[in-house]
């Protein structure tokens, strides 16, 4: 009996939803706001420490379908990349921000930039491998958003009937 992870964007939160079957179609409405949900990819744990914490809290909500047709636009243009050429490398990842909307970090930003200008990889991570380090790689919010980043989405902790 899955639980399912739905996204609203207007209310900016993360619901769950207790399913008595395997629903994969039924997108259920914002119990706040009645507006329609986006199915979130869920993560289940990860390590932090030495102890499980629920997952998904510090990562951007996902548009699953615009992810999956990236991952099979992506993986279709890694077999033609030529690893000894930074330039390719960055031609992918800025692939990968446009397909999915997503937008980089600043720190990820100035790296790509140096990578598309043909700089030692090597020499990059050198540089700002601290910088990068701590902040986060992908930012709610294409290129041009307004506002750029939007907060954490609040996860809603009740389990709603799907």
Known sequence: MPIYEFYCEPCNTVFSFFSRGVNTAKIPGCPRCRRPLKRQMSIFAKGSRGKEEPAGDDMPPIDEAKM?????????????????????AAQLMRKLTDATGLSLGSGMEEALS???KGEDPDKIEAEM???????????VGGKGKKGGRRPKPLVDETLYDL
Do not use: S, T, V
């Open 129 to 139: 491998g601290d910088l990068l380090a701590g902040e986060e790689p992908f930012l």
């Open 68 to 88: 999956e047709k990236a991952m099979a636009m992506l993986a279709g243009e890694a077999e033609k990349i030529n690893e000894d050429d930074p330039r390719h």
């Open 114 to 116: 140096r990578l598309e």
